[in-house]
């Protein structure tokens, strides 16, 4: 299978960073956004990044202007009809990829591959929504998408072999590093990240170490580079307490309960990064 051309839905912080990692590794990409503001802000941070590159002579200006000239955008959707890959990462809302995902489905040709960048939604599911489902698979890309080394592949129960390899080919071809990873609740990095920082949340709130004690332990004592509670303010407190809930009621197990400190600060709009105040002050 030969990837030339490769759809990106959704110009959002993922879907501009897909795009600029695909258009980077010489593919060219086709770039949807139901919002033509979404579109230029994509091309001004794409834009932003390679110029950073070039000062910092990791890029020459010529070829800057050739990954530039392989990206197109547009607010249609048909305008991915012809792509090998079509890549959807949009707004995580689970009607609105239903909706997405089936009108890719009867637009793109007959061996075009769909992927879905989702954090939380079954792929199985996603799968069982469109003809295609064999050649439906989850590429769970990292934020930010030029920078992060990973990218988790998600097989669905329908998944097939070939498409399988077709995306850690994929992957590899756009410099990434694949792992492959059976469907549930979180697929394998975020199911093992948001225990720890709930862990860390539940610590705090015991009253067994301060905040800065926490992070101090985590990154001298197990050489991560961010401590846990650092890392919740900037993953967002709503959305960490979001993706915990999924675990909770995904797997009807009590290990995965959010701290209640954790629903405390969410609930006083103490959001973290995002919101000037979490487990720190910005
Ligand atoms: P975002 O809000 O930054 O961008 C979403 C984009 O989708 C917006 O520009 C929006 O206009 C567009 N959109 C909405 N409906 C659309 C439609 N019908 N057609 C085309 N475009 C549409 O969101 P994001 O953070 O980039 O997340 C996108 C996806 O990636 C989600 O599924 C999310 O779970 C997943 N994801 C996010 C992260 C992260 O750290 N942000 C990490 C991994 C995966």
């Given at each position: 299978?030969?990837?030339?051309?490769?759809?990106?839905?959704?110009?959002?912080?993922?879907?501009?960073?897909?795009?600029?990692?695909?258009?980077?590794?010489?593919?060219?990409?086709?770039?949807?956004?139901?919002?033509?503001?979404?579109?230029?802000?994509?091309?001004?941070?794409?834009?932003?990044n390679?110029?950073?590159?070039?000062?910092?002579?990791?890029?020459?200006?010529?070829?800057?202007?050739?990954?530039l000239?392989?990206?197109?955008?547009?607010?249609e959707?048909?305008?991915?009809?012809?792509?090998?890959?079509?890549?959807?990462?949009?707004?995580?809302?689970?009607?609105?990829?239903?909706?997405?995902?089936?009108?890719?489905?009867?637009?793109?040709?007959?061996?075009?591959?769909?992927?879905?960048?989702?954090?939380?939604?079954?792929?199985?599911?996603?799968?069982?929504?469109?003809?295609?489902?064999?050649?439906?698979?989850?590429?769970?890309?990292?934020?930010?998408?030029?920078?992060?080394a990973?990218?988790?592949?998600?097989?669905?129960?329908q998944?097939?072999?070939?498409?399988?390899?077709?995306?850690?080919?994929?992957?590899?071809?756009?410099?990434?590093?694949p792992?492959?990873?059976?469907?549930?609740?979180?697929?394998?990095?975020?199911?093992?990240?948001?225990?720890?920082?709930?862990?860390?949340?539940?610590?705090?709130?015991?009253?067994?170490?301060?905040?800065?004690?926490?992070?101090?332990?985590?990154?001298?004592?197990?050489?991560?580079?961010?401590?846990?509670?650092?890392?919740?303010?900037?993953?967002?407190?709503?959305?960490?307490?979001?993706?915990?809930?999924?675990?909770?009621?995904?797997?009807?197990?009590?290990?995965?309960?959010?701290?209640?400190?954790?629903?405390?600060?969410?609930?006083?709009?103490?959001?973290?990064?995002?919101?000037?105040?979490?487990?720190?002050?910005?």
């Amino acid at each position: 299978m030969t990837v030339k051309r490769v759809g990106v839905i959704g110009a959002g912080t993922m879907g501009n960073g897909i795009a600029q990692t695909c258009t980077a590794a010489g593919l060219s990409v086709t770039m949807v956004d139901i919002s033509k503001d979404a579109l230029d802000r994509a091309l001004v941070t794409i834009g932003v990044n390679l110029d950073r590159l070039v000062k910092k002579e990791k890029l020459s200006t010529q070829d800057k202007e050739a990954i530039l000239g392989r990206i197109t955008v547009a607010t249609e959707l048909s305008a991915v009809a012809d792509v090998d890959v079509a890549i959807e990462a949009a707004t995580e809302n689970t009607a609105l990829k239903l909706k997405l995902l089936r009108e890719l489905d009867g637009l793109l040709g007959p061996d075009a591959i769909l992927v879905t960048n989702t954090s939380s939604i079954s792929i199985t599911m996603l799968a069982a929504a469109v003809n295609r489902s064999e050649k439906f698979i989850g590429m769970h890309f990292f934020n930010p998408v030029p920078v992060m080394a990973l990218v988790e592949l998600i097989r669905g129960l329908q998944t097939s072999d070939e498409t399988h390899q077709g995306m850690e080919a994929l992957a590899r071809q756009i410099g990434k590093t694949p792992i492959t990873v059976r469907n549930n609740p979180g697929f394998a990095v975020n199911r093992i990240l948001c225990p720890m920082i709930n862990e860390a949340i539940f610590v705090l709130a015991e009253g067994i170490a301060t905040a800065a004690d926490i992070d101090e332990g985590m990154k001298l004592g197990c050489n991560h580079p961010i401590g846990p509670l650092a890392l919740a303010d900037m993953i967002g407190l709503d959305t960490l307490l979001a993706v915990l809930e999924v675990f909770y009621e995904g797997f009807n197990d009590s290990k995965y309960r959010p701290a209640p400190l954790l629903k405390e600060m969410v609930a006083a709009g103490y959001l973290g990064r995002k919101s000037g105040r979490g487990f720190y002050q910005y």
